[in-house]
């Protein structure tokens, strides 16, 4: 017997997202609504939804870098990382967030996730410098080219690290692909799986790549 | 051994003074709700698992009560100003980058003696939390660089990081919100309901409506769930091992590892994968709390397009 009843909590949520409603607040509904709709009794949502919180507070450690990130900005990190921007001959603002996403691929590919990141590396320095790049080529931005570097900054760190990281043996998403497979008699190695991330790569590299040096040439049709 | 509750130790002191510094901060007329906010928080990572299910449940709701009727704020304290930063920034010259690249570093070289010495046999660091202890050790270190090198203030670490903590407000907990909605959506039998409406539409014999649908399939259920890991071991299930690869043949190792990174194409394009796609918005300080997710649509469906040939060319005709 399948139930149906509780998808309505999805449907919760995408309308709670679209209609921008408190999205903390239209997740806890959701919840609630889904946990009822599956024939839990209040109380028992009430403490699945605290189990998982509890559960997942190793997502919020990354809080923990803000401290030196906010002290290093208030001696003038954002200043600097646009001053040697500045002083880089042919830095243009794609050129730049490529290196950034070769970068990031690799070390991702390396099993090292942890060396990037929006917290420790995007907002004090990567961000910074892709903005300075584009006001030395084409001068002051108005917000919303900024707002749309900064984004791409952002999205060149996810793209990143979600396409280097599963050319690494021991990543998490690799042993969740062999230990699913295994349960259906299906064995194979953390090697044979990772191999196959690598086209996938190379795709998610030119990709992005090529909507990066696409940015640079619309920046400077922007300012003609 | 060190493991997390290490960092929860310290994570709840940061928060804790985050709270206590918002409460004094006069130029933020809702203080008090930042502090309790902040200050909830310290209580979760200090005494999370003294609480019980139902005691972090509430915790929860009031977490959701204090955002939800909007009483978090933001102050005006005055930091360093913009000119004064550029003063800095030119008399302390290039050596600023240093203790940013402090946390880097240390996982860097952190991980990779954990992984390729001896290290791991010693029983130092738990396996399955040395990133995070990493970070950990790289903040300590990087802040301890910065006290020595730069004199600040005593409480300057924590009145910046407050700032920074302030300008993300409520969405700092969305990521362990949406992570906890997934439990219960777990608990609720929503994965099981999804796989068996997936594994309902039957291609008929078609092994390209197969990929197709196994690759929507991987996409919007990482959508939903805004991450892959809860997508995966379900549409394997529905159809990935059934019909992909007991019924069609397909390569296994490319069906795992293919359409694992479909469903990162996904998370490219929801909201639910606040980590990477909400909280950067709030930490760039961007107008519309959607512009990471915007920027990332345009290469996340060409990549998607990528995929599924692999899916298709690798795992059928290679």
């Excluded at chain 2, 203790?99 to 996982?107: D, F, G, R, S, Y």
Aim: aromatic share 10%.
């Amino acid at each position: 017997m399948i139930h149906y009843w509780p998808l309505l909590g999805i449907a919760l949520v995408v309308i709670g997202f679209a209609l921008r409603f408190n999205p903390l607040l239209v997740v806890a509904v959701s919840a609630i609504a889904t946990g009822l709709l599956g024939g839990l009794d209040f109380l028992k949502v009430l403490g699945t939804l605290g189990k998982g919180f509890n559960d997942n507070r190793y997502v919020s450690i990354i809080y923990l870098v803000l401290p030196v990130i906010g002290l290093l900005e208030r001696y003038g990190l954002q200043q600097r990382a646009r001053t040697m921007i500045v002083g880089l001959r042919g830095a243009t603002t794609g050129r730049l967030l490529i290196g950034y996403l070769a970068f990031r691929q690799v070390m991702a590919a390396l099993g090292l996730v942890a060396v990037g990141g929006h917290a420790q590396m995007v907002r004090p320095l990567v961000a910074p410098m892709a903005e300075a790049a584009a006001e030395k080529e084409h001068g002051e931005l108005d917000e919303a080219t900024g707002d749309r570097i900064k984004a791409m900054a952002a999205a060149t760190d996810n793209v990143g690290v979600f396409f280097g990281e599963d050319i690494f043996l021991a990543i998490a998403s690799i042993l969740l692909i062999q230990g699913s497979l295994a349960s259906f008699g299906i064995e194979l190695t953390p090697f044979q799986l990772s191999v196959w991330a690598i086209p996938s790569a190379i795709c998610a590299f030119l990709i992005h790549g090529g909507r990066l040096l696409l940015l640079d040439r619309q920046l400077k049709r922007a300012r003609r | 051994m060190i493991d997390l509750h290490w960092l929860y130790i310290l994570a709840g002191a940061m928060f804790a003074a985050f709270a206590l510094s918002s409460a004094r901060d006069g130029t933020n007329p809702r203080r008090w709700g930042n502090a309790a906010f902040w200050g909830l928080i310290a209580l979760s990572f200090w005494f999370g698992d003294l609480f019980g299910d139902l005691g972090n449940g509430v915790l929860v709701l009031a977490l959701v009560g204090l955002a939800g009727v909007h009483l978090l704020g933001k102050g005006s304290q005055p930091s360093t100003s913009t000119e004064e930063r550029q003063r800095l920034s030119d008399r302390l010259g290039n050596k600023l980058f240093l203790p940013a690249l402090v946390i880097p570093l240390v996982a860097f070289v952190g991980t990779l003696l954990f992984n390729y010495t001896s290290l791991k046999g010693l029983g130092l660091i738990e396996p399955k939390s040395v990133t995070l202890v990493l970070l950990g050790v790289g903040m300590l270190v990087a802040l301890l660089y910065c006290y020595a090198w730069l004199r600040p203030p005593a409480s300057a670490p924590v009145e910046e990081g407050r700032r920074l903590i302030d300008s993300i407000g409520w969405a700092v907990v969305l990521p362990q919100m949406l992570a906890s909605l997934g439990t219960v959506f777990a608990a609720a039998g929503v994965g099981t309901t999804i796989g068996s409406m997936a594994g309902a539409i039957i291609p008929s014999g078609s092994i390209f409506l197969g990929v197709l649908l196994y690759a929507f399939g991987m996409v919007i259920f990482t959508m939903i769930m805004g991450n892959a890991f809860a997508a995966f071991p379900v549409m394997a299930a529905a159809i990935g091992v059934p019909i992909l690869i007991q019924a069609d043949g397909g390569n296994p190792a490319v069906v795992g590892a293919v359409g694992m990174l479909a469903g990162f194409c996904g998370t490219l394009m929801t909201p639910m994968a606040a980590n990477f796609n909400i909280v950067p918005a709030a930490l760039l300080e961007l107008k519309n709390q959607y512009g990471v997710i915007k920027a990332q649509i345009p290469t996340a469906i060409p990549l998607l397009i990528a995929n599924i040939a692999i899916l298709y060319v690798a795992g059928f005709h290679l």
